[in-house]
């Protein structure tokens, strides 16, 4: 267990819907993660917040945003979904204290767009 | 562009045989390096990582992996395969402390006995 919550495990929804992906770090980890795995594109990075402040941005559609909330869980917001869109994401975490510890990741949300 | 490259998006060995798996990245400065283990319908476990030090360094379930500054490579390898190693591995780069990790394509390793 890696300490990464990650809420639903699997989500089916229609195409042009919204959804949202919750996200747990490790306690005391201030950096979370996220990334999309599909088949064509492989692990690619989305978006970083540190201490909820957005610190770098990936291959983020602009469909999609995210934040980071007070107690340090993030959300995930899909919006007007396709059927490309259809991946596994992932949360993962780092940077405990300040100092930098290796990322950990969650179990994923698998996402079928229908 | 900083990128990881992983030979062999398949690959295949006997149990009992050497396991290698090849990483290379481009970059002139050494990046942090990470191999990830990723089971099915799992997510992405921590198998080694090299930050400064040792060039060789251990990880869990015997794999070990050598960082080659020279050759820009990190490969992979583990003495004896074990039926339980079948999974997709992957390595990545990260090139400052905290920032986000860049993945090679992954290698699926098929484990035959």
């Known amino acids: 267990d890696s300490g990464v919550t990650q809420t639903p495990k699997h989500l089916i929804t229609a195409t042009g819907q919204r959804v949202t992906l919750r996200c747990s770090p490790r306690?005391?980890?201030?950096?979370v993660y996220w990334y999309q795995q599909s088949l064509d594109q492989g692990l690619q990075f989305l978006i970083q917040?540190?201490?909820?402040?957005?610190?770098a941005k990936g291959n983020i559609l602009e469909r999609f945003s995210a934040q980071q909330f007070p107690d340090l869980h993030s959300e995930l917001n899909l919006s007007s979904l396709e059927l490309g869109d259809s991946a596994l994401y992932f949360c993962?975490?780092?940077?405990?204290?300040?100092?930098?510890?290796?990322?950990?990741f969650g179990q994923g949300t698998r996402l079928t767009v229908v | 562009a900083q990128s990881v490259t992983q030979l062999g998006s398949h690959v295949s060995v006997s149990e009992g045989a050497l396991v290698l798996l090849r990483c290379n990245y481009s970059?002139?400065?050494?990046?942090?390096l990470f191999w990830y283990v990723q089971y099915p319908n799992q997510g992405l476990q921590l198998l080694l990582k090299?930050?400064?030090?040792?060039?060789l360094v251990k990880g869990i379930n015997g794999f070990e992996a050598e960082f080659k500054k020279s050759e820009t490579s990190f490969h992979l390898t583990k003495p004896s395969a074990h039926m339980s190693d079948a999974a997709e591995y992957f390595c990545?780069?990260?090139?400052?402390?905290?920032?986000?990790?860049?993945f090679g394509g992954g290698t699926r390793l098929m484990v035959k006995p």
């Open positions: 993962a975490s780092s940077v405990q204290g300040g100092e930098f510890t290796e990322a950990f």
């Open positions: 306690s005391g980890d201030l950096s």
């Open positions: 917040y540190y201490n909820g402040e957005e610190r």
């Open positions: 970059s002139s400065v050494p990046p942090y």
């Open positions: 090299y930050t400064t030090g040792a060039t």
């Open positions: 990545a780069v990260m090139y400052n402390a905290g920032n986000m990790l860049t």
